[in-house]
């Protein structure tokens, strides 16, 4: 029902963003404490393939948490698995000179998305990255994260987050539109 999950957004948002550095002191906590392989090798368990890409897929993903779209230890299951099979992530501009220029990429490279600028996508998803040497392009809708006026919205990350995702070397930021998911109504042709 609408009630529990608000109630559950709510209990969530809480934890998700005591703010800032403490919020990614929890997630980190938690990454650590769940799914953190011990062991001080982080690297592939595939050989490095030295073959060239013919194509890219690009993944995309929205809110990573046990409130979000898909519960965390799924994430977590699918970046392992892609790591583990020698996966590696593209930057965007990366992306961009294979498609425009045709520059090589390795064989198993791939952009990895994520839509909105959600609060539930930030915190559970950077220890991921950083653990296993991933980057990602955040979609952040601007009208919600950059807005003149009181602070953000709850379910979407402010200047200051976005700031520092950005100065973390895993995160690159674009824009999703300004409004977007704003219902608007609109006039009937009939």
């Known amino acids: 029902s609408v009630g529990a999950f608000l109630a559950v957004n709510a209990r969530y948002s809480l934890i998700a963003r005591t703010h800032s550095s403490f919020s990614s002191a929890i997630w980190n906590s938690l990454y650590d404490a769940r799914f953190r392989v011990v062991s001080p ?51 965007l501009a990366q992306l961009r000179d294979f498609l425009k220029e045709g520059k090589a990429v390795p064989d198993k490279s791939f952009m990895l998305t994520f839509d909105d600028g959600r609060v539930d996508t930030y915190y559970p998803a950077d220890p991921v990255l950083a653990d296993l040497g991933f980057t990602a392009v955040m979609f952040v809708i601007t009208g919600f994260s950059l807005h003149d006026g009181g602070p953000a919205p709850s379910f979407y990350l402010d200047t200051a987050e976005l700031r520092r995702m950005q100065e973390s070397g895993r995160w690159e930021l674009q824009s999703h539109g300004d409004q977007g998911h704003r219902w608007y109504a609109v006039q009937s042709t009939t």
Do not use: C, I, K
């Open 41 to 91: 090798d982080t690297s592939s368990t595939t050989p490095p393939d030295n073959r060239s890409a013919q194509s890219v897929p690009v993944l995309l993903y929205h809110g990573e948490s046990e409130a979000g779209n898909m519960p965390w230890s799924v994430f977590v299951a699918h970046m392992r698995a892609l790591h583990d099979a020698g996966w590696r992530t593209l930057t």
